[in-house]
Nanobody, 116 residues
Framework: QVQLVESGGGLVQPGGSLRLSCVASGIIFRLTTLGWYRQAPGKQRELVAAISSGGSTNYADSVKGRFTISRDNAEKTLYLQMNSLKPEDTAVYYC??????????WGQGTQVTVSS
């Protein structure tokens, strides 16, 4: 059974930083493609960043240069380092895993609020 547990969200002032974590179980983590998505109130869920099993990354234009996605295969953990946060980054952030068999799993989400 695939399980993804996110943590690290919270309230931060504009310009601040947060690091999100997503711990996975029930999968061969090193073979998966991983991603962070976010959904703001009244908006569709959107891709923030993704990382392949080989370590290739891609980012939404809105977060390039501010966010960094990384993975620790030994710890089965996905990270998202978020710097220079802006109010428009406020959303629920979700991690997603895609296995080699095409299974897609989602975490429960963690709230990030950027406000003064």
């Amino acid at each position: 059974q695939v399980q993804l547990v996110e943590s690290g969200g919270g309230l931060v002032q504009p310009g601040g930083s947060l690091r999100l974590s997503c711990v996975a179980s029930g999968i061969i983590f090193r073979l998966t493609t991983l991603g962070w998505y976010r959904q703001a109130p009244g908006k569709q869920r959107e891709l923030v960043a993704a990382i392949s099993s080989g370590g290739s990354t891609n980012y939404a234009d809105s977060v390039k240069g501010r966010f960094t996605i990384s993975r620790d295969n030994a710890e089965k953990t996905l990270y998202l380092q978020m710097n220079s946060l802006k109010p428009e980054d406020t959303a629920v952030y979700y991690c997603k895993v895609t296995t080699t068999s095409g299974y897609n799993g989602w975490g429960q989400g963690t709230q990030v609020t950027v406000s003064s």
